[in-house]
């Protein structure tokens, strides 16, 4: 729970916040109160990851990284509206439940010093949430490489399913599809097999691989949902229910109009709910907002992938440029990348791994 509350962002930040803030102190650890408003599973969690995201005007006191179990005394879990629905026959993805965002309000309680990771320390903010998100950035990717996987699925199904997957022009657009997958899956395959062992030991998946992908992902996606839906026309829209399409008196009816070119008109319908859960309910619009916010925007992520790339408008791209223009190197050498990205990227080939 990094988020800070959305209060008044035109200030200088010196007023009374709501934020979670360091008002104590003893031998045992720190005392925090206040509010961290976004979680996602929160409620079903057992510790509470608390941090803060840099921003101007940030006080020490709410610079707090750190851990909590979730049933700690004072802490009281606040969840929003779940989106579930268990009618899991016309519903079929958010049947499966719902991640649940949560906020957390933090009345008072204290924090042992075995689990405070850091305090205070308002550089060190906008340093430590990129060593803890870099493997999670990770798991993002995968996650939007297999969405795209399989939405490319879904509108190959349905351009088979309504006879209009040989349509030269058809073709064309499932292609942008096939490309968006294909981007991904090669974006998750280049942060691993340009990945290295961290000074820590740990295997990291390579950060501007991974960061780059999710870009590509966040600028794309919603054109690619504008795209499906629009192949699949009404289809994702207007569908019988399975109520309706059990009734007999109904269905004789309805049957006809969903008959398609492969497959029998059932098959058709299964796939309208899941596009229509995917991208058109309240359960959808979360997961695309998720996807949008989670760890970063893509704003923030092209920010930070060029703290993390270059400082300074040097390093070996440029030389290579200069080289092609004939240009000699510039004489004094500049420091290309900050020294914290050197130390928490520092390249060593794993076992066994080829040089």
Known sequence: MFIDPQTDRGGDGSGP???????????????????KPVGTSAAFAQWLHLGVFFRPGL??????????PTNTPGVTIVSRESYVNDDAANHPMAAMGDELDSAAIIENVL???????????????????????????????VRAAVRAELMVGLAMAMANSLGTYEIPEVKVRLAKFVEFQHILQAAVLAAEEHGFITPGGQFKPAPLRVDTGRAYFL????????????????VALMYPSEGQWNDEKLRKWMEPTVTGAHGDGYDRIKMARVIHDLFLTEWGTRQQMFDNFQSTPLRMIRFLNMMRFYQTPTGDHIDFARQVCGIEKAETAIDAQPAYIRRIDRAAAPAGAAT
């Open 219 to 234: 600028e794309h996606y919603p054109a690619m949902i504008q795209e499906l839906l629009d192949l699949c026309g009404r």
């Open 59 to 68: 006080p020490p006191d709410q610079v707090i990284f750190g851990v909590i």
């Open 17 to 35: 916040s709501p934020a979670l803030t360091i008002v104590g102190e003893t031998d045992e650890g720190i005392i925090v109160n206040g509010v």
């Open 111 to 141: 924090i042992p010093w075995d689990c405070v990771f850091h305090v205070r320390n308002v550089e060190h903010a906008m340093l430590y949430p990129k060593r803890v998100f870099d493997w999670h950035q990770y798991y993002v990717l």
